[in-house]
């Protein structure tokens, strides 16, 4: 008897070939598998467990544990390629948390030495030219940062180019996917003052799909001690940059323990707890940081926290904005320091502090930030916050919306006695209202501030447009949304706030064309 009679010849067949395919592809999946767990590379590239333990211990930032490792390894085998690498990750990890200018002196003399050793020892590995373009990528960004900016730009540039070569030539090498991911979303994302560039060179970026890549790249390789923490800190920073808070707050409470344990995911777990409004689990998970336990000063620590206690108005948040202030020695969020122990201040009724400490604005720091261009903005405003209106806003900013629309409803906007005051009580007053889902009473406050605020010289009816556009694109009514960002982007003026509004607002209206 047949037994194949009436089997189709697309039907599965159940004999011993069946069999042979099964193992044959479970066998593919176990050496992917094995492949990711060891990444065994060629005799000069081993990412070994020493190495992933060097790696754990930078993201930590227990880096005299690190370079302990790192030198252990050095000495047991100097050939490989990956103890090279991490010595320049360590000290570009360094940079990046203290901003000290001789450790940027220090990065930029050890490259050239660095990358000629590694290609001494280039044995055809794909693992060398792929650490190359990562190490060109943090010298690039150091350059942007404390050096020269068409330099760096010109190195970031060129390890996007030697990233994108090595795909074509390597499509199977999954690290490709985390440099990639991250300069499509760097480049769809560009800051205004190196945007020239990327025009000159005809560079474009998509922000999805860098997203897609990134994340892509943490599920291949959350089982690796070391590149887990690295993929998942890419995936945070980007969700950041993209500016998708929700978002990043449910990818890291989907994370393992123990990289939520790692202490620069911790730190970014408690910045994205600010952007989705929970400033309590935010101070909690920054107390869990010990600044006595890391090996590195870890100065955003003090800001971040004063800026937390400060949202919820408590009384000790000038005592790290301060320390802050005193022991940092770069130059970002310097003045948005100062403007918020202004804030403190004139909160608590300090008037003499507060007017010496809003003075200080304009003679600390610089404003590459937006939070940095914002304090400047606020101060040449010729206009003292609000007290009632401050703390409302603080609150709002903290999440405690309750606390937010006590202060609010006890507050008459027919006394308020300066345009300026009244058009950001309707503002307050809609943000609360948006932000706690009651969305026609946010429109009407929102509404009302951006027809009285239009044609004053205040932020207010930029921002009001710009969450009007936001409340009509969740409604899915995508032609009243690109109305709306349209006349946030008529109502911006660099006079009274920051670039990168206008941006959201460009990007907004970009985003919804065609889909009305």
């Known amino acids: 008897m047949d037994n194949n009679k009436n089997i189709s010849p697309h039907s599965p067949r159940k004999n011993p070939s069946s069999f042979f395919y099964l193992l044959t592809s479970k066998f593919y999946l176990l050496t992917s598998i094995f492949y990711l767990l060891s990444l065994p590379s060629h005799a000069g590239f081993d990412f070994n467990a020493n190495c992933r333990q060097a790696m754990q211990a930078i993201l930590d930032l227990r880096l005299q544990d690190a370079q302990f490792m790192i030198e252990e390894e050095k000495k047991l085998r100097p050939d490989n390629g990956y103890a090279i690498y991490l010595e320049h990750y360590a000290e570009s990890i360094e940079l990046i948390i203290t901003e000290e200018q001789e450790l940027y002196e220090r990065l930029l003399n050890s490259y050239s030495g660095r990358i000629k050793r590694m290609n001494e020892l280039d044995d055809g590995s794909p693992d060398n030219v792929w650490l190359q373009a990562e190490m060109l990528f943090h010298t690039g960004m150091a350059q942007v940062k404390f050096g020269t900016r068409v330099n760096g ?3 970031m ?31 769809d994302n560009i800051p205004p003052f190196v945007r020239w560039a990327a025009d000159l060179f005809g560079y474009g970026g998509n922000s999805n799909l860098g997203m897609y890549q990134l994340e892509h790249y943490y599920e291949q390789v959350k089982t690796i001690p070391g590149l887990a923490e690295e993929a998942a800190l890419y995936c945070m920073l980007g969700f950041k940059l993209t500016q998708k808070e ?62 937390c206690k400060l949202n919820h108005v408590q009384k000790d948040a000038d005592v790290y904005l301060k320390n802050f202030l005193s022991a940092y020695p770069g ?37 590459l930030r937006d939070r940095d261009q914002e304090a400047m903005l606020e101060i040449t405003s010729g206009v003292d916050p609000h007290p009632g209106l401050l703390t409302a806003r603080l609150f709002c900013d903290g999440g405690y ?3 937010a629309l006590l202060i609010i409803e006890s507050i008459d906007p027919e006394n308020l006695d300066h345009v300026a005051y009244r058009l950001e009580y309707y503002y307050r007053l809609g943000r609360i209202k948006q932000l706690t889902h009651h969305l026609a009473e946010a429109v009407t406050a929102l509404t009302k501030a951006y027809d009285e605020g239009r044609s004053q010289p205040y932020t207010f009816a930029t921002r009001a ?38 941006d959201l607002a460009v990007k907004g209206a970009k985003r919804v064309k065609g889909k009305f």
């Open 157 to 187: 540039l060129s390890s996007y180019n030697k990233i994108r070569s090595h795909r074509k030539k390597h499509p199977g090498f999954l690290q490709n996917q985390k440099l990639i991911g991250s300069f499509n979303i760097l480049l």
């Open 153 to 155: 730009v010109g190195k």
């Open 465 to 502: 447009a710009l969450q009007l556009a936001r409340i009509s694109e969740e409604n899915e009514d995508y032609a009243m949304a690109n109305e709306w960002y349209n006349r946030s982007i008529n109502a911006w003026s660099s006079s009274h706030s920051t670039e990168s509004l206008k």
């Open 331 to 367: 130059l970002d969020y310097k003045k948005d320091a100062c403007n918020r122990l202004s804030y403190h201040y004139l909160i608590q009724g300090d008037r003499r502090k507060y007017e010496e400490y809003r003075a200080m604005v304009s003679m600390v720091g610089q404003t």
């Open 246 to 307: 929700d978002e990043s707050f449910r990818f890291i409470g989907e994370l393992d323990k123990n990289v939520r344990s790692n202490t620069l995911v911790k730190y970014l777990h408690a910045n994205a707890a600010i952007y989705v409004y929970r400033n309590d689990l935010a101070i909690k998970l920054l107390g869990e940081i010990h600044q006595d336990k890391l090996q590195v000063n870890f100065f955003s620590l003090d800001y971040l926290t004063g800026r």
């Open 401 to 403: 919306f309750d606390e």
